[in-house]
């Protein structure tokens, strides 16, 4: 496993591990704290486990690089929506950005995938 995939796991679990624990909540969202920290606890145990993962040994380095950027994306944006302070919305931008430029740019690949077949009528 690179080291980097390993630090980028433990991110997320320190990340959920801050926000279960450490991180001050807006009490309007307070029902979202537990969920939100189960959520990026199991990012972070995906991304440690996905060299012994079948599903992500079948998809290419792109694809996974796109997962990841998703990935960090909804987590920005759930701990900018969970935690009160004056950048949240600035940091739920970044998030929701950065989970819908590599899905927009997945889908675009993916659909350029089946222009490539020979066999199917024009």
Same mark, same amino acid.
């Given at each position: 496993?690179?080291?980097?995939?390993?630090?980028?796991?433990?991110?997320?679990?320190?990340?959920?591990?801050?926000?279960?624990?450490?991180?001050?909540?807006?009490?309007?969202?307070?029902?979202?704290?537990?969920?939100?920290?189960?959520?990026?606890?199991?990012?972070?145990?995906?991304?440690?486990?996905?060299?012994?993962?079948?599903?992500?040994?079948?998809?290419?380095?792109?694809? &996974?690089?796109? #997962?990841? /950027?998703?990935? @960090? =994306? +909804?987590? *920005?944006? !759930?701990?900018?929506? %969970?935690?009160?302070?004056?950048?949240?919305?600035?940091?739920?931008?970044? &998030?929701?950005? #950065?989970? /819908?430029?590599? @899905? =927009? +740019?997945? *889908?675009? !690949?993916?659909?350029? %995938?089946?222009?490539?077949?020979?066999?199917?009528?024009?």
């Amino acid at each position: 496993m690179s080291e980097r995939r390993r630090l980028g796991g433990l991110a997320f679990l320190v990340l959920a591990g801050v926000l279960a624990w450490g991180g001050t909540v807006a009490s309007t969202r307070a029902w979202a704290r537990w969920p939100a920290v189960v959520v990026l606890a199991g990012f972070g145990i995906v991304v440690l486990l996905s060299d012994r993962m079948r599903w992500f040994q079948e998809r290419d380095r792109i694809e &996974g690089a796109y #997962l990841l /950027m998703m990935m @960090l =994306g +909804l987590a *920005i944006a !759930a701990v900018a929506w %969970l935690v009160p302070s004056s950048g949240s919305n600035g940091l739920l931008a970044v &998030g929701g950005l #950065l989970v /819908m430029i590599p @899905l =927009g +740019l997945w *889908i675009l !690949a993916r659909r350029r %995938l089946g222009d490539d077949d020979p066999n199917r009528p024009r």
